[in-house]
Nanobody, 127 residues
Framework: QVQLVESGGGLVQAGGSLRLSCAAS????????MGWFRQTPGKEREFVGC????????YYADSVRDRFTISRDNGKNTVYLQMNSLKPEDTGVYYC????????????????????WGQGTQVTVSS
């Protein structure tokens, strides 16, 4: 069992930065791949990025590549999402999620393939 708690959301102007954190409980955190998703009202949950259990493999949605960076510190049971050059379209509730691994590769952006979810943190980017 893994419990996830996101933090670090808030209101920021376009062009600004935020760093989200996702703190996990459970001794098996370091064995899980971690993903970030976001959602706005009336829309489906959207894949942002993910990383393998070591943090050495990282994948991003095209919309955030080169602006967002995922990292993790297994010693602290935490995964991070550094968001730079934020745009109003980045607004949404951001969720972290855990899954045993990132195979098959075609499934990394599929929410139902993730086992555990946090409660989400709101990010609002003003223009």
């Amino acid at each position: 069992q893994v419990q996830l708690v996101e933090s670090g959301g808030g209101l920021v102007q376009a062009g600004g930065s935020l760093r989200l954190s996702c703190a996990a409980s459970g001794r098996t955190f370091s064995t899980y791949a971690m993903g970030w998703f976001r959602q706005t009202p009336g829309k489906e949950r959207e894949f942002v990025g993910c990383t393998d259990w070591r943090g050495s493999l990282r994948y991003y949605a095209d919309s955030v590549r080169d602006r967002f960076t995922i990292s993790r510190d297994n010693g602290k049971n935490t995964v991070y999402l550094q968001m730079n050059s934020l745009k109003p379209e980045d607004t949404g509730v951001y969720y972290c999620a855990a899954r045993p691994n990132l195979t098959p590769a075609q499934s990394i952006g599929v929410p139902s393939e993730y086992t555990y979810w946090g409660q989400g943190t709101q990010v609002t980017v003003s223009s």
